[in-house]
């Protein structure tokens, strides 16, 4: 049996109101991220899902990283552990 984690964060992202289409561009093309929405003065709230904390903190950089992006904060984090059995079905 293989133990498999699945974390879910969110995050509110201040970023400079004239660049907040390249924040919604980046984030699109990020597969773990979702912008659930953004306002107009430039503050979005963002979900990750990820298999692990190291992917999650990666993401994070990553739309640190996006210009015109002046703080990101963490609102929630939570993870679930499940076993699954790895065994083939038997025809």
Known sequence: MKE?????SSLIVH???EQ???LTNSIK???RAELVTVTEHGK???I???A???QIMECIDQINDIDGVVHTSLVYHEFEKSTQNNSEEIQ
């Open 4 to 8: 498999e984690e699945l974390h879910v």
């Open 20 to 22: 907040i289409l390249d």
């Open 29 to 31: 093309t990020m597969p």
């Open 48 to 50: 990750i899902e990820a």
């Open 44 to 46: 979005a709230i963002v």
């Open 52 to 54: 692990n904390q190291r």
């Open 15 to 17: 970023v400079k109101s």
